[in-house]
């Protein structure tokens, strides 16, 4: 069974590794012309049953080793005092199995994992493809035509084997009333392991340390009540927005955008949910963002990615193969956690960028008591009322496949 994968970076090399464990030969192609590793890209957060995933793949000990080494978070404040809290009490409730690293570096030793029994082949796009019933006919992008047994979306929220397969975009797009961009600039707060974050109403702005004690990574979130026009591919329109957004704002902000031009990592895209009755037709499936997920910046996205791989795996080895059974059985183990995902987006967004001036007093307040108070109490406030944790709460795994020559 020869199975093709849009997407090199989090779920597709997942379903990969566990597709080659079964026997399968495995071909990924992925758009950008190399991988993006390294500690690019903005923190994301590994938690519950997709910790176990990556320690069923022998990889948790590397997991581990690249985790972010955030100490403390320090809140600047027009006019008043910073407050800091360290980051072991602000993630308190998030789960009791927890490693953030950033997506790069998860991409990385990934990558690392599969490459030598996976082929990979960098700057290719599917451009066309139809299932026939017998196998799927793929044409890429250089013309070449190559037909497949499975075709798996794992190519993110604008994913083209989506609209190949689903339609278009804007028919199952929900947005969620919100921007994300991340980029590396030059170590200018001399950052140590603190985070420095400035909020206003409607903005929030964070500043991570990253391995590399000259470098850190900016990400920065703007409320939208509408959605704005730009082209998703166009890096310069991007950044000629988020200027636009960000103008009035003070703190260190101006001094970040000047580095703006120079990031090659730089990252905007709209905070949007992907919403579709189903994930798979025919012998075309989707997993991660391109088919589900509760939204960048909101918490468990990567998650979700990861136990979507694994789950589509385990499905394909208990059916032999057969999509017509295990796509369903897929269906059915993701239903629950991806109705909870849509919850969590609309929910964490109404906390994470603040509405209005009150709401910016009591982020500061919570921030500054959150350290007195008793651990449970802590937890429960920084849980997020469940959030990205409780998504994933009903996941049970498959036994892992067995390994096939």
Do not use: C
């Not at 997020?384 to 996941?395: D, N, R, T, Y």
């Amino acid at each position: 069974m020869h199975v093709l994968i849009s997407g090199a970076s989090v779920a597709g090399p997942v379903l990969a590794y566990w597709l080659r464990r079964s026997g399968y030969r495995v071909t990924v192609v992925e758009r950008t012309a190399s991988l993006r590793t390294g500690d690019g890209g903005q923190p994301v957060d590994v938690l519950g049953p997709a910790v176990e995933v990556i320690e069923r793949m022998g990889l948790l000990d590397a997991v581990e080793r690249e985790r972010t080494q955030t100490d403390e978070m320090t809140l600047h404040r027009p006019g008043k005092r910073p407050v800091t809290i360290r980051a072991a009490q602000l993630l308190a409730g998030i789960s009791d199995r927890h490693v953030e690293i950033m997506r790069g570096d998860l991409a990385a030793i990934l990558h690392e994992a599969t490459r030598e029994e996976v082929e990979y082949r960098f700057g290719t796009t599917i451009a066309a493809m139809t299932d026939t019933g017998p196998a799927v006919d793929v044409t890429f992008d250089d013309g070449t035509r190559e037909s497949y047994d499975l075709v798996v979306g794992a190519d993110g929220l604008h994913s083209g084997v989506r609209r190949l397969a689903f339609g278009d975009e804007s028919r199952y797009r929900h947005f969620l009333g919100g921007y994300l961009a991340v980029f590396t600039v030059p170590d200018l707060l001399g950052l140590g392991g603190v985070v420095h974050a400035h909020n206003a109403v409607d903005r929030a702005v964070a500043v991570y340390p990253t391995r590399h004690p000259d470098r850190a990574r900016v990400v920065i979130m703007i409320r939208s009540e509408r959605e704005l026009a730009y082209d998703h591919r166009d890096g310069g329109e991007q950044r000629r927005l988020l200027r636009s957004l960000t103008a009035d704002l003070g703190w260190e902000v101006p001094r970040l955008l000047e580095h703006l031009d120079a990031a090659e990592d730089f990252y905007f895209d709209s905070i949007s949910q992907i919403r579709l009755d189903s994930w798979s037709r025919g012998r075309i499936a989707l997993v991660g963002d391109a088919g589900y997920g509760p939204g960048p910046a909101v918490g468990g996205g990567t998650s979700i990615a990861l136990v979507g791989g694994y789950v589509l795996a385990a499905e394909l080895a208990a059916a032999g193969g057969d999509h017509r059974v295990a796509l369903p059985a897929y269906q059915r183990a993701m239903a629950d956690p991806v109705a909870h995902s849509r919850r969590i987006g609309p929910a964490v967004m109404a906390t994470l960028i603040p509405r209005s001036t009150t709401q910016l007093w009591a982020m500061a307040q919570a921030i500054r008591l959150l350290p007195r108070l008793p651990r449970p109490i802590q937890r429960r406030l920084t849980s997020f009322g469940g959030g990205p944790a409780a998504m994933l709460e009903g996941v049970r795994l498959r036994k892992a496949p067995a390994i096939t020559a």
